[in-house]
């Protein structure tokens, strides 16, 4: 499965998406709820990327 390995803090990355730690983590736990991806530390896996191009899709 196709794996995004983060290489800074979630912390860092929210900051660098304009938006605080707490509602990039409720972002990722929806994403999860949803079965789109997993998260494995500092890796995301995605487990669904066509229910992810299609939220894409659709926003």
Do not use: F, N, W, Y
């Amino acid at each position: 499965m196709p794996t995004v390995e983060l290489d800074i803090p979630k912390s860092v990355l929210a900051a660098e998406l304009g938006t605080v730690s707490e509602t990039l983590s409720r972002a990722l736990r929806t994403l999860q709820d949803k079965d789109l991806i997993r998260t494995e530390d500092a890796d995301i896996v995605l487990t669904d990327v066509r229910g992810l191009r299609h939220l894409v899709d659709s926003a």
